[in-house]
């Protein structure tokens, strides 16, 4: 297979992954936050900002590490990965800023911070670092796009300065690197024990950099597995069959064979390990001096957990990987200690920034479809922008010299947009059309329907302890605040099966059991609940009316003949339907039938003045008391008695 | 001078009319704020800037702003939306707003709401009504209280209320004023017949946030200004040695 075929397919999942995030930020704009995110109050900072974000620069770190390594140490062996690290840092801060740029409730506004300041801000020192630093990621990147483009007296310039650039991008990034740990700072009563440790500015920056560096090394294989198999994997003959003989002793001469760029790998990996093995020490030590977090871990909640895989898969695992000389002097083993590495990394940051809110904010978050398309989507054309980027300019090595020569068009390899224009109705093109084809409409439907989650209030029927009706418990919006009701003896005493209409009002027409949310289906508010049109029609159907529209025939069956047709022009309810309604209340009809009162105003309605009325007829004052129904006591002091609110929960303990 | 709020708790009976009063008064949406009030764990919402909070057997809490002394959303606003005013209160200046979201996170009495439900969101917290005060006026939940549980005034004066009731009755108080050293202090000051720790607020700080933050933060610019002195010293100190032993610099010519 030639390098193009082994990366066509990547790439097509990564334009069919691409698509989606395309639409979902459509639908972000379009609806705004909350209809797109499953965030609350209680967790505010959610998979954008704290994945694609602090994660993503986290993960993003080897631009200024290796560059420090190379430039600023003058270590050979790290020369040859600078620019992919520069590579890795501006994609790595260009996704995350793009990233950002959805998660922030007013992003035309995202020039705010340069020109209102508030120093005294740990993101507003973050919001300058980062934002200066991609700038530096794109000034040392700018260098290998004119070479390309051919203008040599500026890349001269640009590259000249390329010095500067690193130690400004190096101070840039230790800063804001410990800013974004600082920012967690602010929050000690809410963030989880375990993640809320003092040094957590000094945790963040030397993992950032002990991670980076794998992220960096996962790149290199990755090139090296689509491109250039030989430098990492072993050469190949001329008849492409492994060739174990062929011996590239490593620099102390042990003789193992050895592809050409491993000790690159393998000098980022110890780099990294050694970086990772202070870490670890840093975590024990700031775990063993603050007591609460040592017996957090001890509890064994699914948070110490978390803790424990972070810290043992994430960082110990890689460590110890590392240091065996068989993983070293291995590519697999390096890769497979990378992904751990890399992938703890970002599993802390998820624990400090989002999961470590769980308990003090007494709910859990989990991401919305939506939410799931940007991040994989913005990571998707990330993943996009690097393969045109190492396509076609001098990263990893000259390999785009040769087809550059063959064909001069800057985009001429770039995937398939512009293999179209090149060479018509090649299968490649056809193929990014049907994704895009297919995947659109399909991401339309499947992410549009968190918008229609109904976040409206509901009131349910009253919780039945048996089929009898015996006892019911009283809690509409199941919200904890209830009390029990004997509906079985107040039916006795009121008269047995007879009695329903001297609590149900039966205001529906032939009505029989129709439960009180029906029409009561908010809490505390009123719902409107006349239906004007089904009237309208029902009233041209009962007189035989004719005409294009019988209905409009109608009004004046209700409305009189010359006055304006308006509510209070109409007649009541009871005119027609004396009948077949019971409402309690006769005189307060009017508005009662038009308008559904809230369903605890309709349950208070009913019982308090029955209760107060008996309270006179059987001599016990304190019937009519909220106590009786709402088990209180009588505070110091005072004669009030007040209702209590009863915990659905431990009633049903009693029961 | 600052103004503040004295909150009695054994007075609420919890009505919510300082919430209906609220409501009005912010130009809110009733229906929203009703809403909110069944679906919300604390029904605080940017719909319902001060809620009612049910404490554990039969006493309620109004739960609003705090407007600490030294405020953790203040100095956390990256582009200073949120300021102290002179005569005391906490205001948001929704004009500079990003929409970050860090207030939230920074205020540990989980006071700002965000206005999920708008295609254009921002913040909403309680301002202590701005409008009404600055005529010599009461904010409307004061106003609209009618068992005496709000009472506004300066927070000096409030403190010795407080006292006040305290020593007159002894026995029904619980001998401490919650506000009065909690995060660095707050403007809005409680006492109660109950423990107040079922309010969900964390009150065992005395400290304020931005108190325990300003020593990291004012460390930044010596981390930056030796990183960039400690880096660019050790560039110069290598080149000058390979410079010596005849090697050209590698920054100069080149990666390869």
């Known amino acids: 297979m030639n390098p193009t ?157 390329g010095g500067v650039f690193v130690i400004i991008g190096i101070t840039l990034s230790s800063l804001h690197h410990t ?42 294989v990755l090139y090296a597995r689509w491109y250039d198999p030989d430098k990492l994997f072993y050469p190949r003959t001329a008849s492409g069959e492994l060739c174990e003989t062929c011996v590239n002793p490593d620099e102390n001469g042990k003789g193992l064979p050895e592809p050409p760029h491993r000790p690159q790998i393998r000098a980022l990996a110890t780099a990294s390990a050694m970086v990772l093995g202070v870490y670890f020490l840093l975590k024990l030590g700031d775990l063993l001096l603050r007591p609460d977090a040592w017996s957090a871990l001890l509890a064994g909640t699914w948070e110490s957990w978390l803790y424990g895989v972070e810290l043992l898969l994430g960082v110990a695992l890689p460590v110890v990987l590392v240091s065996i000389k068989r993983v070293r002097y291995s590519t697999g083993g390096l890769t497979t200690a990378a992904v751990f590495a890399a992938g703890g990394l970002a599993l802390n940051r998820m624990n400090v ?3 470590g809110y769980f308990r003090g904010a007494e709910e859990v978050y ?71 084809l297919v995947v659109v409409p399909v991401a339309w439907i499947l992410l549009y329907s968190p918008y229609y989650r109904d976040k409206g209030e509901e009131v349910f029927p009253p919780l039945a302890r048996d089929v009898e009706r015996d006892t019911l418990l009283l809690d509409g919006n199941r919200f904890n605040m209830a009390t029990t009701f004997a509906h079985a003896a107040h039916q006795q005493r009121l008269g047995g099966r007879e009695s329903c209409s001297e609590c149900h009002h039966l205001t529906l027409p032939a009505d029989q059991a129709t439960p009180c949310n029906q029409c009561h289906t908010r809490m505390e508010g009123r719902t409107a609940i006349f239906d004007h049109a089904r009237h309208a029609e029902h009233v041209a159907r009962d007189k035989r009316l004719t005409g294009l529209v019988p209905a409009n025939l109608s009004c004046t069956e209700c409305h009189g003949e010359d006055a304006a047709k308006a509510r209070s022009t109409a007649k009541g309810c009871l005119k027609c339907h004396e009948e077949d309604m019971h409402p309690v209340d006769p005189p307060a ?67 | 001078m600052s103004v503040g709020l004295l909150v009695d708790v054994t007075r609420c009976t919890g009505c919510e009319r300082c919430v209906d009063a609220c409501v009005q008064q912010n130009r809110l949406d009733p229906a929203k704020a009703d809403q909110d009030r069944a679906t ?54 929704p004009d500079k707003c990003i929409g970050c979201r860090y207030c939230m996170l920074a205020c540990p009495f989980e006071i700002p709401r965000y206005q999920w439900d708008r295609t254009v ?27 005496g549980v709000l009472k ?30 909690e995060f660095g202090g707050t403007s809005v000051l409680y006492i109660s017949d109950v423990d107040l720790e079922e309010l969900g607020w964390p009150a065992s700080e005395t400290e304020s946030i931005p108190h325990m933050t300003e020593p990291v933060l004012m460390a930044t610019p010596a981390i930056g200004g030796s990183v960039l002195a400690g880096v660019a010293g050790v560039n110069w100190i290598i080149r000058r040695r390979m410079k010596l032993r005849g090697e050209e610099s590698h920054a100069e010519g080149g990666e390869q």
Request: hydrophobic fraction near 45%.
């Open chain 1, 179 to 220: 800013s974004l740990g600082s920012l967690f700072l602010v929050t000690p009563q809410r963030l989880h024990e375990l993640w809320f440790s003092p040094i957590v500015s000094l945790l963040f920056i030397v993992s950032a950099i002990g991670g980076g560096m794998m992220v960096l090394l996962l790149a290199k």
């Open chain 1, 366 to 436: 989990f991401p919305s479809g939506l939410e799931w398309a940007i991040t994989v989507g913005v990571l998707a054309m990330a993943g996009l922008a690097w393969f045109f980027l190492v396509e076609n300019f001098t990263v990893f090595d000259e390999r785009w010299k040769v087809r550059a020569s063959a064909s001069p068009r800057l985009l001429s390899s770039f995937d398939r947009l512009t293999y179209l224009w090149n060479h018509r109705l090649l299968n490649g093109m056809e193929r990014i059309t049907l994704i895009g």
């Open chain 1, 353 to 355: 920034g989002i999961f």
């Open chain 1, 589 to 655: 009809a009017r508005l009662a039938l038009e308008q559904a009162s809230g369903y605890r105003s309709a349950m208070h309605g009913t019982c308090i003045p029955c209760h107060k009325q008996k309270a006179v007829e059987v001599d016990n004052p304190h019937l009519g008391d909220c106590a009786t129904c709402h088990p209180g006591r009588t505070a110091p002091g005072e004669d009030l008695v007040r209702a209590v609110v009863v915990n659905s929960e431990d009633l049903a303990a009693v029961h």
């Open chain 2, 121 to 147: 969101p921002f913040m909403a917290k309680c301002e202590l009504c701005e409008e009404k005060t600055a005529e010599g006026g009461e904010p409307a939940c004061v106003e609209a209280c009618e068992e």
């Open chain 2, 40 to 93: 919300l764990p604390d029904g605080l919402s940017a719909n319902r800037l001060t809620t009612v909070q049910p404490l554990g057997s039969d006493h309620f809490a109004k739960k609003a702003c705090m407007h600490c002394l030294e405020p953790s959303c203040v100095s956390a606003c990256l582009v200073g939306g949120l300021t102290k005013r002179s005569d005391g209160a906490v205001v948001y200046d």
């Open chain 2, 152 to 181: 506004w005034g300066q927070r000096d004066d409030l403190l010795a209320e407080a006292r006040r009731r305290l020593q007159n009755y002894p026995n029904l108080y619980v001998q401490r004023i919650w506000g009065e050293h």
């Open chain 1, 5 to 161: 075929d082994r990366t066509r397919r990547v790439k097509d999942i990564l334009w069919a992954l691409a698509f989606p995030g395309a639409v979902a930020m459509v639908f972000r704009f379009a609806f705004g936050l909350g209809a797109t995110t499953n965030l609350t109050d209680g967790v505010p900072w959610g998979l954008w900002k704290i994945f694609n974000m602090v994660a993503g620069a986290a993960l993003a770190t080897s631009g200024f590490t290796v560059g420090f390594l190379g430039h600023v140490l003058h270590l050979k062996r790290f020369r040859p990965l600078v620019k992919p690290a520069i590579v890795v840092a501006f994609l790595g801060y260009g996704s995350s800023l793009f990233a950002l740029l959805f998660d922030i409730g007013l992003p035309w506004r995202f020039w705010h911070p340069f020109v209102y300041w508030n120093h005294h801000s740990f993101l507003f020192e973050v919001f300058w670092c980062v934002s200066f630093y991609f700038l530096i990621t794109f000034l040392e990147l700018s260098p290998t796009l004119l070479e390309r483009l051919g203008l040599e007296k500026l890349r001269g310039t640009l590259h000249k300065a």
